[in-house]
């Protein structure tokens, strides 16, 4: 029997309208002996029942799985697993030349709390709520029970995402098989996945889009691609014609990785180069005019709301130096991957850059994630990638 959590008066309303979390202060107590991660019922004052989720410790209290009284076994989360490969089957990403895209997209496939990124026949499951670290083995299993998935090994990496006060000390490993390539397609380039020691899950898929657009853009420029990471940009904008092609990140092993999908992608070619120097020193000490397509796309300025302000002063401060920097006629594709920051806030952000610079700048592209990473209507939330790309003269 799971335990029922009761919603104060006129608290129902939220869950009315389907948004998936319930706030601790929404709920008229706490059973002081509930574990975090236990299943629980959500039910309102006047006795109706909610649904059913997972209860954790914090501000958001519960993440709603269902709006309805169901269990939630091994069957529920082959269902919703189902579903989530149909659509990534309807989206036409499942191709000779497309093995990475993400499969569960946490609030956005109705499974709160979960990301599951597909490289190859490796599915790389990343649990953000204790419910679903427990839930782990019974997934694992479900996602390589997906009819027609293909999908032989499942590598969990929850150690950096989980909450540290639930004292779980998880461990990245494989739950199943073992991967014998590190190797997927994107759109028919080769990119080597770092799952094991890399970021996030090992590679950011949802860039795929805005990569390919930028690749249609690039030919006969001199690109410059800032927190390159593991090179996505670089190597469309290498295919795509660029004059040349040069990658700046922090991080040597980051540098290194980057060169390895150059080199795999376009061996022996000299047009690339990579540097592992401080962003906003390089592009302090780059003359103006050097490059005519400039990429910004850093790590998450604000992870939560209190590190707004100095969020918004960062990218005003970044999209101020590629603004003045680019050569003119020339591009910016600029991003924040920040869900702290609205869109419109981040427009704003890069507004006063561009007013800083006194130059003229027009918008022609506003772009955000892609349809792998569906945002789900009641949860606005979920909408975290906002980009612009940028005409400067």
């Not at 709920?27 to 997972?54: K, Y």
């Not at 709603?64 to 490969?85: K, N, P, T």
């Not at 090179?231 to 700046?248: N, P, T």
Request: glycine share 8%; hydrophobic share 40%.
């Amino acid at each position: 029997m799971i335990a029922e959590l009761r919603l104060k008066r006129g608290k129902e309303e939220s869950l009315d309208r389907f948004h998936p979390w319930v706030f601790s202060g929404a709920l008229t107590q706490m059973p002081h002996d509930l574990e975090e991660g236990s299943l629980v019922r959500v039910v309102a004052a006047d006795g109706r029942v909610m649904g059913v989720g997972h209860f954790q410790i914090g501000s958001i209290a519960v993440r709603m799985l269902d709006f309805a009284d169901v269990e939630i076994d091994a069957d529920f989360f082959a269902g919703r697993l189902r579903r989530a490969w149909q659509l990534r089957q309807s989206l036409g990403l499942l191709r000779p030349d497309n093995t990475a895209f993400r499969l569960v997209h946490g609030e956005g496939d109705f499974l709160p709390g979960l990301v599951v990124d597909v490289y190859g026949d490796t599915a790389v499951l990343q649990a953000h709520s204790v419910g679903m670290h427990y839930q782990r083995e019974t997934l694992a299993r479900c996602l390589v029970e997906l009819p027609g998935a293909g999908l032989r090994n499942v590598y969990y990496k929850s150690e950096t995402t989980l909450p540290f006060k639930a004292r779980l000390d998880p461990v990245n490993d494989y739950l199943i098989g073992r991967a014998d390539t590190d190797i997927a397609l994107e759109n028919g380039l080769r990119f080597r996945i770092d799952w094991l020691r890399g970021q996030k899950t090992g590679f950011f898929v949802d860039q795929r889009d805005n990569r390919s657009l930028l690749g249609r853009m690039a030919a006969g420029r001199r690109v410059l691609n800032m927190f390159c990471y593991t090179g996505g940009f670089s190597v469309y904008a290498m295919r795509g014609g660029a004059e040349l092609v040069h990658s700046v990140d922090s991080s040597a092993k980051a540098v290194a990785l980057t060169d390895a999908n150059i080199e795999l992608n376009f061996p022996g070619d000299t047009r690339h180069k990579a540097f592992a120097e401080d962003a906003f020193k390089y592009l302090d000490n780059t003359a103006a005019g050097v490059y005519d397509l400039i990429v910004l796309d850093p790590p998450a300025f604000a992870k939560h709301r209190s590190a707004l302000r100095n969020a918004l002063r960062g990218y005003q401060k970044l999209n101020a130096a590629g603004i003045a920097k680019v050569a003119p006629g020339g591009l910016v594709f600029t991003f924040s991957c920040s869900q702290a920051v609205s869109r419109e806030q981040f427009r704003l952000a890069v507004f006063s850059a561009a007013a800083q610079t006194g130059r003229r700048v027009r918008i022609l592209h506003q772009l955000t994630q892609p349809a792998d990473h569906p945002v789900n209507i009641y949860h606005p939330e979920g909408e975290y990638l906002k980009g612009l790309v940028l005409y400067v003269e």
